[in-house]
């Protein structure tokens, strides 16, 4: 990973204009916002900037505007969340540039905090415009992302400021780098990759790059069915993808040849129908699944093989679900792998990094959150990072 700043390497800072990228784009219910994890991660960054005396102009989106303003969309709708989070005022400013930002910037005194208006009102944001980017950096001095979320997105604000003013990751965009790198970058082997999730059709690009880096590829959910069915298994009515069957055989193929193991279930849990607790529920070798069944999540069997195949490992990296966690009991496995990946990560023996909104749910489901590595929030950006792809608000941090 090539090098990047980070809030060590500022000066003096005081007085000085701070465009600190975020991500504020918290999910809402009636005007409130009903989950805090966004602000609370921006929230280090945005008081160590306040505290030495700088203007913190705090920039994001908020929904999918395209270009136009919505009142509904306004950036003033998280103000109020974000002041709680911070315990700080935080003073909102309806613009992003021109005269009226750069009157409220003068009204600001050293070590406040302002919030421009949602970038996404400006059609310039998602086109990347080179006058837009010139027009918001001409308000600031140095700029910081700690949106690593919206990195694999070139917008103005996440890509095109980075060449127009001194740039640095923050802490939160330092953290995730550092934590990517461990993972993936230059890990301690053997590397255990855990990918799962409904359809392989979604993770293509993900298992197509992981099998050339990782030692074992753990292939879980409906996406595992899908690998079942190349693998000549008869899956029943399972959730499966029989058009991709050939895909899955150039992905075992490509794994045999870099010398990566693929696990796939060998005994499944399965049902006549999807719901909790369901009558027609047992667990059976894959090769049993009836005709009129559906496998809803891995077997305990393979669940205690794969518990084996971490205590090998020195790294994991972890994207979905083993199963249809959201009922039970069909989030046994998931869960159980969540542990043993805790359990060892505590215990010193294994580096572990989940992200992805489904993998964040499970492992918060499994009650294991606060003992694992590192858990990426981001969604789009984890995915892509894990596709092997360059992200344009990483490259620019280090250009």
């Not at 136009?68 to 306004?74: K, N, T």
Request: glycine share 10%.
């Amino acid at each position: 990973m090539a090098a990047f700043k980070t809030l060590d390497d500022l000066g003096d800072v005081t007085g000085k204009v701070a465009l600190v990228r975020v991500d504020l784009n918290l999910p809402m219910a009636d005007g409130v916002a009903t989950d805090l994890t966004r602000a609370r991660a921006v929230a280090p960054t945005i008081l160590e900037l306040a505290d030495k005396g700088s203007k913190v102009l705090l920039l994001a989106h908020f929904g999918r505007p395209k270009g136009a303003r919505h009142s509904q969309m306004s950036l003033s709708m998280v103000q109020g969340a974000l002041e709680g989070v911070l315990d700080r005022e935080v003073m909102f400013i309806p613009e992003v540039a021109g005269p009226v930002a750069a009157q409220a910037i003068d009204i600001l005194r050293p070590g406040d905090i302002g919030m421009l208006e949602n970038t996404r009102f400006w059609p310039g944001e998602e086109k990347n415009d080179p006058e837009f980017a010139r027009a918001i950096a001409a308000n600031g001095d140095f700029y910081v992302n700690d949106a690593f979320s919206a990195a694999h997105r070139a917008h103005a604000t996440t890509e095109g400021l980075a060449h127009l003013l001194p740039a640095y990751a923050g802490r939160s965009m330092e953290a995730e780098l550092k934590a990517l790198d461990a993972a993936l970058g230059k890990p301690q082997t053997p590397v255990a990759a855990v990918v799962g999730g409904a359809k392989v059709s979604t993770k293509l690009a993900v298992l197509e790059n992981l099998v050339g880096k990782v030692q074992h590829l753990i292939i879980g959910g409906g996406m595992a069915n899908t690998f079942l069915a190349a693998r000549g298994v008869d899956v029943g009515k399972s959730l499966c993808e029989h058009d991709l069957t050939a895909k899955a055989e150039a992905i075992m193929d490509a794994a045999d040849a870099s010398g990566c193991t693929v696990h796939l279930p060998y005994d499944v849990v399965v049902a006549k129908e999807f719901a909790a607790n369901p009558a027609s529920l047992r667990t059976c070798n894959v090769h049993e699944v009836a005709a009129d069944e559906m496998i809803l999540d891995v077997g305990p069997q393979a669940v205690e093989a794969l518990g084996d195949v971490l205590k090998t490992c020195r790294t994991l990296v972890w994207n979905g679900p083993m199963g249809a966690f959201e009922t039970p009991p069909f989030d046994a496995a998931t869960v159980a792998l969540a542990k043993t990946a805790a359990a060892l990560t505590k215990e010193g023996s294994l580096v572990s990094v989940a992200g992805g909104g489904d993998t964040v749910a499970a492992l918060a489901h499994a009650g294991v959150t606060d003992d694992v590595t590192y858990i990426s929030t981001a969604g789009g950006a984890f995915l892509e990072w894990m596709e092997g792809r360059e992200l344009p608000g990483v490259a620019a941090l280090s250009a």
